[in-house]
């Protein structure tokens, strides 16, 4: 069982940067996809992007080129780093986990979530 605790939301500016953290319990096995998503008030939740076992990175249409996912084996953490943020990225941001490779931004296929940290871009 791999246990979830996201931090670094906040309230920030059109054009304005956030990093959040994901700290999980059992990140020291390196054979887990972890991935980002979100979700907005009356909307569907979405895939931002994901980190693969093989260290290869997804992204969203929507977020390429200004955010970055990243992971640190070392501190047990995942990252998102966010610039150039739009109002449109306001959302409760969900970090999530699943043993093996990917296969893509796909709610379904992940079996782990963290209770999620907001985002709020004005």
Known sequence: HVQLVESGGGSVQAGGSLRLSCVASELTDRSLCMGWFRQAPGKEREGVAAFDV???????DSVKG???ISRDNNKNTLYL?????????????????RPGSCYGL???????????TQVTVS
């Open 54 to 60: 093989e260290e290869t990175t997804t992204y969203a």
């Open 66 to 68: 200004r955010f970055t």
């Open 81 to 97: 780093h966010m610039n150039s943020l739009k109002p449109e990225d306001t959302a409760m941001y969900i970090c999530a986990a």
């Open 106 to 116: 796909v709610e379904g296929y992940f079996g782990f979530w963290g209770q999620g």
